[in-house]
């Protein structure tokens, strides 16, 4: 009931249906998973990270629980070591999963370590050809190792395939400061 909630977007029934699983099974790691779910929706990271924490305690080779967890340490910078080790741990669990890349891609971008993210962005490039995001963060790398015309490129695919995700407007802003290519 409480994944369904998410789904439709109503993450206080959502996050009552999961209580009251989670009270009913204090050990059913996917509750927890999609508590930190609700949580993170609500940019209540730090709650976010508390309960990815209990699903990793009860389900350690969740691929998914370990890459969401390394990616609110990424998108944070704070822990990238730990956010690299849970990330990599991720990537062996599911070594094609575009959305693992694309963190294990990212965390050595907030590192400043642009040829390592490149590397591991363009292969979840590859694999997610239809995910907004992804092209962006590989344009964003091109971007800050200098290299406009697959910058341009990169990001101008991630609005085509999505002109609202979450870093559209970032997009288009370094799209008119790198200008025509």
């Known amino acids: ?73 990424a998108s944070r910078s704070e822990n990238l070591e730990e956010a690299l080790s849970l990330a990599l741990s991720a990537q062996q669990l599911a070594p094609n999963s575009s959305s693992i890349l694309d963190t294990v891609g990212f965390v050595p971008d907030q590192r400043k370590e642009y040829t390592k993210a490149e ?3 363009k292969k979840a490039a590859e694999f997610g050809a239809r995910i907004a995001p992804i092209h962006y963060h590989l344009g964003m790398t091109y971007y800050r190792l200098g290299r406009k015309d697959d910058a341009i490129a990169s990001l101008k695919r991630s609005l085509q395939l999505d002109g609202q995700f979450s870093d559209a407007d970032e997009a288009r802003r370094v799209l008119r400061e790198l200008g025509p290519s």
């Open 1 to 73: 009931m409480g994944q369904l909630q998410l789904q439709r977007g109503d993450l206080q029934q959502a996050a009552d249906a999961l209580n009251t699983a989670i009270g009913l099974q204090p050990n059913l790691a996917a509750a927890y998973f999609l508590r930190a779910n609700v949580h993170e929706r609500k940019g209540e990271l730090d709650r976010a990270i508390v309960a990815y924490r209990k699903a990793q305690s009860l389900s350690p080779k969740d691929p998914a629980v370990l890459n969401n967890l390394a990616w609110i340490y």
């Open 119 to 121: 590397a591991v962005l």
